[in-house]
């Protein structure tokens, strides 16, 4: 069964951490020395900042990189092998063709309410069939169709969610939670690199506190 290494991504708030606290002692031994003018200063300083925005543009690179290597990874398992060009061709006949029935009958709804309730019993009757296609081609569809109805039904796809959950085989169900973790986590890695850029460029490197993984806080002991 694959495994997801988040390790890196991981780290990377820790890392953010570090390095604001590693430059305090040499921005505040620079504004100490009384062999430089202001302006002096005030370009050492600059410098400093460069190194630790470079730094942390670098950490940025990193966190995008491994995002997407954990992306790529999960929706390989999860969407399976790619068909051969004709196969594909007759996937797509067979979309269109289900996609109409199902959309003739969607379209009879004529209120919201009812036509969500129809949703519902579609997906629960195709999960109770182990029709995996079909639910796939709901998940694909059905956003513009409801933009379309002006439906606005997050639920739906929560629906979507618990119907598939049976039909996964566990390598599937792996790579589904490897991406609500990488949901839940990146924004937050995210904000502590933000933070630390913030910090950096406001010349304040004193953060108190950074967004860690799995809503954790990191303290900074300064």
């Known amino acids: 069964m694959a495994t997801f290494d988040f390790s890196t991504l991981q780290g990377i708030p820790e890392q953010v ?10 921005y505040t031994e620079i504004e100490l020395n009384s062999a430089l003018t202001r302006e002096g200063k005030n370009q050492a300083h600059d410098q400093l900042i460069g190194k630790v925005i470079a730094e942390l543009d670098r950490l940025q690179q990193v966190a995008e990189s491994e995002a997407e290597r954990i992306q790529k990874q999960a929706e390989k398992i999860l969407n399976g092998a790619q068909p051969d060009p004709q196969t594909a061709v007759l996937n797509e006949l067979k979309a269109q063709r289900a996609w109409g029935r199902i ?8 209120e919201p309410s009812s036509l969500l309730r129809g949703i519902e019993d579609l997906i629960d009757q195709t999960a109770r069939n182990g029709d995996r296609f079909t639910l796939a081609l709901l998940r694909e569809e059905l956003p513009d169709y409801l933009a379309a109805r002006r439906v606005n039904a997050p639920q739906v796809f929560d629906w979507l969610d618990q119907a598939e959950v049976p039909l996964l085989t566990p390598e ?3 790579a589904r939670k490897a991406l609500a973790v990488l949901e839940e986590n990146y924004p937050r890695v995210q904000a502590a690199i933000d933070m630390g850029r913030r910090a950096a460029q406001m010349k304040s490197f004193k953060v108190a506190a950074l967004p860690g993984w799995d809503d954790q806080t990191l303290h900074l002991n300064w």
């Not at 959309?103 to 004529?110: P, Q």
């Open 103 to 110: 959309r003739r009958k969607l379209d009879a709804f004529s």
């Open 17 to 26: 951490g570090n390095l604001l606290f590693g430059v305090y002692p040499t």
């Open 172 to 174: 599937q169900r792996e």
